[in-house]
């Protein structure tokens, strides 16, 4: 949700402020209400200076106010959970003398009673954050050596946390802290960078180091120091993929990605001949996976919408028992699990704290815990006992698109392992890969519906309420589109099951409600036309998702997109294109800030 940076160099420079704003804007997908930052001037003061809206108002603050800025700086990009959004609550916080600065990502939950009885002993607030209480603890704990102060506070809080201080006690070097709110260090020829987020670094190094949850890192100017023994992880990401290009926005380029990161999903993991997938990630589990009769996939927003979809392809063809669940309910429900089950966590980036929550839930309770997830390295990627990455390339854009159609390629991929091992077919298993290999060629003719798709949200611009139907494979599909237009657009829509309608959302219908009804040319099609034709009896307007060279829809529906033809199971990744431009272009009619949605949050750390 929050970003976090710090800078500290070998010999103090003035590069810090510049480095670090830019580090940080990388990191304003995650959070941007309002941002700050604290760093040294030349009189070895700690200057803080905060704005609320983007990191260029911040830096528009900091532009010829004469500073001559010396690291180390710490920085900070909020989404705001305690408090409103003002510059008293935006970070860094200090505590009563002005010495000591914090930057906090993640919750602390027993504020309110630490808040109290810190102001009991005479601690004076200045605003309304969980966060402000860590800098008057440390202002409590020190007694001339910061670590040791941050460490006895943080024997104070219950809650999550990842955090930087810096202070003027005690000068010359940054503490970082983490529990289940992710950071790492980049290790620079001449600095080291502090972040929550490895994008936010990925330009100045490849190197770093993850910290673990419970480990204090202090960062001096020529070496780092932690509890534990870390190891250096090389960084694999393609640097083509970042920056927007000419896109006007993330989202629309994310869209256009989709044939190259499908690919890329899929690249060196079929075997034609023999109709399965190679998946690296899972062989030191293989045997384990033979074992397992009951899966559970869990996730949150978009991933739990990919997660749908493989209930329904594991079921039908690796023959497991499988249920998909929102993370959030996962966690609290007391699931039967055993060690016959297999939990599998989808999260693009992989520090979903709901998600990682399950996970650990899960493990606890002896269940194989395996990971599907974008971001080498992440927590999930970390804790689960065996993984697949989706390898789709950064996701910018709040609205997830391209990780999902790599979060389902994933799931056709896993589908095909558990499925051989069972008793799937090589003749059906060598179709799916047949198909799977055509869906980048698939996806550039799918996307070829955007002009047509543009026109249609003009068309459709004025209405507020929309209907997304789908049965079996498009029924996740429906949800997805549904929830698409509603956090890019802010207009009310439902995905619902095509059968359901007539058990309650027909009440909704007339000419005012359009529908959009996903009706490829698959099992349940003929299902699915009756449900249109029980919309246009109450005089819906219909834009039917269907397969090319289905004329008979045109007789129906008001309008239709047209996708190309593959196996049911793969269709999914297909109807969800048309439904990916109409949020994108209707949400541009309506006015929307489409990469950053209102209130909403790319990584959602907090629970
Ligand atoms: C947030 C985002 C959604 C995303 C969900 C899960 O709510 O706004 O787009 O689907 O988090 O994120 P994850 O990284 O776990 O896939």
């Known amino acids: 949700m929050c970003g976090i940076v710090g800078y500290i160099s070998k010999s103090g420079d003035r590069k810090s402020i510049n480095v670090g704003i830019e580090a940080l804007k990388r990191l304003e997908y995650r959070g941007y209400d309002s941002a700050g930052l ?192 870390k190891k250096t992880e090389e960084l694999d990401w393609p640097e083509y993929q970042s920056g927007k290009g000419s896109f006007s926005h993330y989202m629309l380029k994310e869209i256009m990605e989709q044939p190259g990161s499908v690919e890329q999903t899929i690249k060196g ?66 699931t039967l699990l055993d060690d016959s089950t297999a939990l599998v966590a989808i999260s693009q980036s992989g520090e979903t704290a709901d998600t990682l929550a399950a996970i650990r839930e899960a493990g606890k309770r002896g269940a194989l815990t395996l990971g599907i997830t974008n971001v080498v390295g992440s927590t999930q990627a970390r804790e689960t006992d065996a993984g697949v990455y989706t390898r789709c390339g950064p996701e910018i854009g709040v609205a997830s698109t391209k990780a999902f159609t790599s979060q389902v390629a994933t799931l056709i991929l896993l589908t095909l392992f558990l499925g051989r091992q069972r008793h799937l077919t090589i003749t059906t298993g060598q179709r799916i890969v047949k198909d799977l290999l055509r869906m980048p060629e698939m996806l550039e003719a799918a996307l070829q519906c955007d002009t047509q798709v543009k026109q249609l949200a003009e068309k459709y611009q004025a209405f507020d309420n929309f209907l997304y139907l789908g049965r079996k494979y498009s029924y996740p599909i429906a949800r997805e589109g549904a929830h698409k237009i509603k956090e890019t657009a802010y207009v009310h829509a439902e995905g619902c099951r095509g059968g359901e309608p007539k058990h309650c959302e027909l009440a909704l219908i007339s000419d005012k409600f359009p529908s959009i009804c996903i009706v490829p040319s698959d099992s349940v099609y003929e299902k699915m036309i009756s449900n249109i034709e029980e919309l246009k009896a109450r005089n819906g307007p219909v834009i039917a998702i269907a397969t090319e060279g289905n004329r008979e829809i045109q007789n129906l529906a008001d309008d239709v997109v047209y996708i190309p033809e593959a196996m049911e199971l793969l269709t999914p990744i297909l109807s969800i294109i048309p439904l990916q431009l109409f949020a994108y272009h209707f949400a541009v009619l309506r006015g929307a800030d489409i990469d950053k949605p209102r209130n909403l949050a790319k990584s959602v750390t907090v629970e």
Request: with cysteine.
């Open 269 to 334: 993991r079929l075997i034609p001949d023999e109709g399965n997938a190679k998946l690296g990630g899972l062989e030191t589990v293989e045997k384990k996976l033979r074992q397992i009769d009951n899966i559970y996939i869990v996730g949150c927003g978009t991933s739990r919408h990919a997660g749908l979809l493989g209930e329904y392809m594991l079921e039908e063809y690796a023959g497991i028992r499988t249920k998909t669940e929102a993370a959030s309910e996962f966690r609290y429900r007391k």
């Open 38 to 229: 604290a760093f040294w001037d030349e009189s070895r003061q700690v200057i803080c200076q905060k704005a609320t809206g983007r990191i260029s108002n911040l830096e528009k603050k900091m532009g010829g106010n004469g500073f001559l800025p010396l690291d180390p700086v710490i920085l900070h990009t909020r989404w705001a959970t305690h408090g409103n959004v003002s510059e008293a609550n935006a970070h860094p916080h200090c505590d009563c003398t002005g010495n000591i600065f914090v930057v906090h990502n993640g919750i602390i939950e027993n504020y309110v009673a630490l808040r109290e009885q810190l102001s009991q002993e005479g601690h004076k607030f200045r605003s309304e954050t969980d966060t402000e209480i860590i800098a008057h603890l440390i202002e409590k704990c020190f007694n001339g050596n910061l670590e040791e102060a941050v460490r006895k506070s943080l024997g104070y809080l219950v809650g999550t946390y990842g955090l930087a201080v810096i202070s003027s006690y005690d000068p010359d070097k940054i503490v970082a802290a983490r529990l289940s709110s992710p950071l790492l260090i980049g290790l620079a020829d001449d600095h080291f960078l502090l972040a929550s987020d490895a994008s936010a670094i990925i330009s100045h190094t490849r190197k770093v180091v993850y910290l673990e949850d419970g480990e204090i890192a202090v960062i001096n100017r020529d070496k780092f120091t932690i509890i534990r023994e």
